[in-house]
């Protein structure tokens, strides 16, 4: 079909016209599966100072699997931070002295240079365990990520709770709940056979941050995890975590022994489900001698529970524990509401689980959420905090954000999770402190998407979970140049221009979605979008009209005496700030107040313009980021940061919609004009009412 | 907590007792992401050739996207094979002429090497069209991958059939019917914003076996796709892939103007209808000017169609061939079957199409799957092929593996297609003759998963139906060669040993799920695991016994003249070959004949015993896989031969199961007693009867 020579020398004759060859590169693209632990090569005076260094790590010999992994790190890390393989021989040994006869909390190492008599350096990771080692080996590699200089490191950690917990809403079909980042990471199709080497690496990920728990299944638990088919998948998932310090938990279905355990009945005090949940237990410590324990979201939410039986919470708690024995922890959820709507439903798990302070066993936790409701952009702190002494108490967060706008756009939660944990109770403790005796639990984000979050920038909410749960009193700055600097670039002017992006990201949520105190006005069932004018679902605190309370005259919901007091459940110290809406926090204004729209709000403004102006500095917050991030392309790989600037126009997109969307509401309600100069919702209101999202995820 | 000093020296005093570093690796893991487009670095005699030819990419600075895509293949494909960039200057120049002025068939292309006056060689890549240019770069690229001289080549191709194309099973929620790799890889709910790096990566594939059409919706339709909110997320993807020579199509539901066109009714020859349809196809091609049409399911399974208005399936289908004018096609599927068991399931398309014949517009084409019934392991090729002369008619194979195990273990698929391409219809022509016209469609085995099938040889079936799709005169086992020379290893030994197992891989699987002829015996609804004990589902057809026919008599559905006479749709020559089970091929023995256990085969054993010897003949050959699999670890990366070998441990203990619990059942029905040295099925058939999967995918 060619017609030969002439085409030939036709070619030929163009040749030496054309431009030169582009560099082609077969480079592996960055595509954030490495996480924080990129492990990218030094640069600079940083470089410098590693080379000098010139860091061996010395192979102990030891047999235990958390040094051998500890060693395979330091190796991986420094491979990639020096850009070759470090030496063998000749440099600084880098040593692991993993039973150095020091007590503390489990975990705890120090890491420290020292001169040798040869002149040369010598970094020693010392820890009372195996554990500690890996703990010091990463922060190790934190540190000299950072560019910090090996010569002279010195670190001493321990970690502030013991309890350092993954809950995944992963279901055993590969589905997660309010997962928005593909399907399960956990194949329980293909285990026990096949092992994804993703569950090595997510181990690195979790050891790296220091979390040492997690829980592979859904709270609204398939019983399917309690049979014979399920007991050498989970053995295997343990047994490839357990030299990375991570214990294996799982969710539990109160109803189990009725459903696979073959009985009629599934009451705690009944004998036959005391020996049925014991057989369990001890299948289960046979195949996973650590097993860590049972979550359990028990009479809440349609879920099973011991109320079933007329027998209370602890009852139901404590017959796991006894079935579990001294070797494993019950952890029991204090997030429960009733069908019915009399009572606020912010008020109901203080009134349910207040009574039964010290009625628990000693293995049984008490999980509560960081806030009374569910999660929102913001809420203030639970109530139960402080308030049950007798109780062992931990946290749950939400590290999915499934009420934050999900899987798209730059929202970093540490500053929410700040707030909680820096929240003083009134009980004579912070939050913190109330939590660190016990630990802290995060709702997780991950996914079978290759940057593992769905998002670049939800990495960064993994790590700050970690990070915080090791200690809370880390700054949200702090771990937030930590994060940057191991996953995107160290450079100084791109950590100084990024970092406070990330820092204001939470609060622009708030201000676009559900500003002044606002809550839970998305959209029914999954939870993207606004939706403040439903109404009509069967249960009353279902609909965002419970929440906002909106009409011609005000909106707010009133929890002080007047309305439903759910503010008498704080003490009193708390509760006095907050019941004046003149002196209180306006962040949380109408969480605890309904005001009408002509309310003078602190800013001098009316409660009904106040309102525009922070749907307005939300949407101009997302608008800065998108803009700002323009400006970072030069240190950003092509990849990512494509991959963000487009999460971030959907970012933009949505901020508006919220504003618009909430903004033609509201009007509807109250019919008053939009200040002078303010942007008109785009759309009718019943434009955004038609709205339908078959195809949400999560 | 670390006692300074005295431990340092401890640390440093046994610092030289300790072992040598172990070579740490960054390198990318070998994770099969990269499928057959791996391009890793030539060896020996090949390597040393290219290096001598030393191929330049030569840079025509045309504008065409196709032309720009196929120098940055080259230059990739090259740089991995070099193992470095390719030199811009000096060497032998590769050209690309596009627009050579010859005809053809759509996508031709000759590659031809050429001496030039300076000695140098020359290759020209030239074709009628830059698509054909693409094509001849990546046929290029593989001769090269397969270690052929560059100084030799000589390629003269061009596409058996126009129509070459992949069906996605996929719904708007991410989720995939009969998907076993995960998620879909279409991410609908980030599109328009976000295009995933990976659909690139699918063009680019897709592209290099010829595939140019992709249907990326269900057959069982969401009528979103018809959605406003749609057309930008297709018009995205459709601009992204047209470089790569591939056209978008979507699957359609026939009720979608009562669904999302708010209209009454959806009868075809409703005015109101038509004008809905023509509207939704003026939009496709406003946003997508290339739009390829609509694939439509339609009277099948509960889907709507034309006969819920009393219409002919030739009515609904050139309904919607008018609305897509001359620009778009209307592929209409021939898999229907009707919800009263009077007829035998195999016989229906065949009684509803045949009188059709003639009857449908210029731009219909009539998807035919490759057997009656529904993709079983073996299925005689369907009656349909070569019956309707007057009407274009397209193949439907399955790539996933619904009813072949799912994506584990080893099944090649090119050797079941091969069979019914190479098909005489009786009618004059072979399967792969009557479809040349027209084309081949597959459904996709693609998802979320990082080696796109969930297996690592489940890619080897992608590549083998777009390699017949181009040319089904190719044989398995140079498809294989191919294959296997691309993406693992060039080795001779290795690819020596391989290949036939892959060969014989689904001879294997026929023979340990459904010997001699049987079909459909497998789990409901997952169509996961054995079970033909199944005979108490609502429909008739939808229950193994009613295929499998057995009693304590014998086994097999009788479909010849004395029982459902379904032979009497093939051509006369071909039913009469099959009419006598002493003739006809005995892999397709219980298809058409009922016989009693003590038939004599034709290996002189009764067929009770000669359907256990080929159960027994398939858990041997998984076996022999399993083992020849480990003799190859040394050619294969770690990661990869791991993943195998798991997922051959999973095949293993399938074929097993399948062979013990159809044993147990036949026995449970003619009491026979297994030959003497026979293994007996190692649990009862209450076993297996008991075994539920509701965790299963797809």
Redesign the interface.
């Known amino acids: ?3 030969g ?1 002439s ?2 020398n ?3 004759a163009s ?1 030496a016209a ?9 480079a ?2 960055e ?1 954030g599966y490495a996480l924080w632990l990129r ?1 990218a090569p030094l640069t600079g005076s940083a470089k410098e100072r590693l080379d000098q260094f010139n860091p ?6 030891e047999a235990d699997p958390s040094v051998k992994v500890a060693e ?1 790190e330091l ?2 890390g ?3 931070l020096l850009g070759h ?5 000749g440099g600084s ?1 880098i ?1 692991l ?1 993993c039973n ?5 909390a489990r975990g ?1 190492f ?1 890491v ?1 240079a ?1 001169q ?2 040869n002149g040369r350096s ?1 970094l ?1 990771i ?1 820890a ?1 365990d195996s554990v500690g080692c890996l703990y010091g080996a990463f922060a190790l590699l934190r540190e000299l990520s950072l560019g910090r200089d090996p010569a002279t490191v010195e670190l ?1 950690q321990a970690p502030a709770m013991p309890l350092r917990m993954l809950d995944h809403w992963d ?4 589905t997660v709940e309010r997962g928005y980042a ?2 399960s990471i956990f194949d ?3 285990l026990p ?3 994804s ?1 993703r569950m090595i690496d997510y181990a690195r990920a979790n050891a790296s941050i220091g979390i040492n728990g997690v829980v592979v299944n859904n709270v609204n638990a ?1 019983p ?1 995890f309690l049979t014979e088919r399920y007991l050498p998948k989970l053995k295997r998932l343990a047994d490839a975590w357990r030299p990375y310090g991570i214990r294996l938990y799982i969710s539990v279905r109160f109803s189990a022994p009725i459903e696979v355990g073959g009985l009629k009945t599934a009451d705690p005090l009944a004998p036959q489900v005391k020996a049925w949940w014991k057989a369990q237990a001890g299948k289960l410590y046979q195949a996973i001698p650590d097993f860590g324990g049972f979550l359990v979201k028990a009479n809440s939410e349609g879920q099973p529970g011991p109320q079933d039986y007329h027998r209370t919470h602890a009852q139901g708690a404590n017959m796991l524990a006894a079935a579990l024995g001294n070797r494993g922890t019950v952890i029991w959820r204090a997030f429960v509401y009733a069908s019915s709507g009399e009572t606020d439903r912010v008020k109901q798990a203080y009134e349910e689980f207040k009574p039964l302070d010290g009625k628990f066993a000693p293995n049984v936790i008490l999980q509560v959420k960081n806030g009374p409701l569910d999660f929102q952009p913001r809420e203030p702190f639970h109530p139960l905090f402080g308030a049950m002494p007798h109780t062992r108490m931990m946290l749950e967060a939400q590290i999915t954000r499934e009420y934050l706008g999900q899987a ?1 756009g730059i929202v970093y939660l540490a500053p929410l999770w700040k707030e909680v944990l820096d929240a003083p109770t009134g009980h004579g403790a912070t939050v913190a402190q109330v939590i660190e005796p016990t630990g802290m639990a995060g709702v997780a984000n991950t996914g ?3 940057d593992w979050t769905g998002d670049q920038f939800d990495q960064a909410n993994w790590y700050a979970f970690g990070r915080l749960a090791w200690s809370p009193a880390l700054s949200s700055d702090q771990i937030a140049r930590e994060w940057v600097g191991q996953t995107f670039s160290r450079n100084p002017n791109f950590v100084r221009q990024l970092v406070p992006m990330m820092l204001s990201s939470r609060q622009a949520v708030v201000d676009y979605m559900t500003p002044l105190g606002l809550a839970h006005q998305m959209g029914t069932g999954h939870h993207y979008g606004p939706a403040p004018w439903v109404c009509t679902l069967d249960r009353p605190e279902w609909n965002p009209c419970y929440y906002n309370r909106a009409d011609a005259e005000g909106i707010g919901f009133d929890r002080t005496r007047s309305g439903s007091d759910a503010l008498a459940q704080y003490a009193p110290s708390v509760a006095a700030q907050w019941a004046d809406p003149r002196t209180m926090d306006e962040n949380d204004l109408l969480w605890f107040h309904h005001l009408p729209w002509s309310y003078r709000t602190q800013s001098g403004k009316s409660l009904w313009d106040e309102l525009i102006s922070r749907y307005d500095r939300g949407v101009a917050a997302v608008d800065s980021m998108a803009r700002e991030w323009q400006t970072l392309q030069p240190y950003v790989d092509h ?1 990512r940061f494509v ?1 963000v600037a ?2 971030l ?2 970012q933009r ?1 949505e901020a508006r919609w919220w504003r618009d969307a909430s903004i033609a509401y509201w009007q509807s309600l109250n019919h008053l004009p939009l200040p002078a100069g303010e942007r008109p919702p785009e759309h009718s209101l019943s434009y955004y009412e038609a709205l339908e999202f ?4 999560g």
Request: aromatic letters at 4%.
């Open positions: 079909m060619m017609r020579r085409l030939v036709r070619i030929a040749i054309l431009a030169l060859l582009m560099a082609g590169h077969a592996t693209a595509d492990y061996v790590v010395v192979q102990t010999g395979e190796r991986r420094l491979t990639g393989v470090p030496a063998s021989s040994p040593v002295a150095d006869g020091s007590s503390g705890h120090n420290a020292h040798q008599a010598l020693a010392s009372a001493a279901n055993p079909d590969g593909g399907r329980w199709w293909h056979e096949e092992l080497p398939s399917l798209t079978s998407d290759r990849e991959d487009s999460s126009a959907i997109k078959p195809d949400a995820p």
